[in-house]
């Protein structure tokens, strides 16, 4: 994976956002890596139930 943290000043604002998205949604594929589907449906929180690996990645897709 390429690192993309800091983009050239003459991208424009949408190419500037793709990125930025390309690069998140990659990250959070490659943090779940090797992940269980039992343990991605897993409360991380105690107190925060609907807080799961699998309800982050829904969200940011």
């Known amino acids: 994976m390429t690192r993309?943290?800091?983009t050239p000043p003459v991208w424009d604002e949408r190419t500037q956002l793709t990125t930025f998205l390309d690069y998140t949604r990659e990250t959070a594929?490659?943090?779940c890596e090797g992940?269980?589907?039992?343990n991605a449906r897993k409360a991380l929180l105690p107190g925060s139930p609907l807080m799961t690996v699998s309800?982050?990645?829904n969200h940011l897709r």
């Open 29 to 31: 594929r490659t943090k």
């Open 4 to 6: 993309i943290d800091d």
């Open 35 to 38: 992940i269980s589907a039992e």
């Open 55 to 57: 309800g982050v990645i």
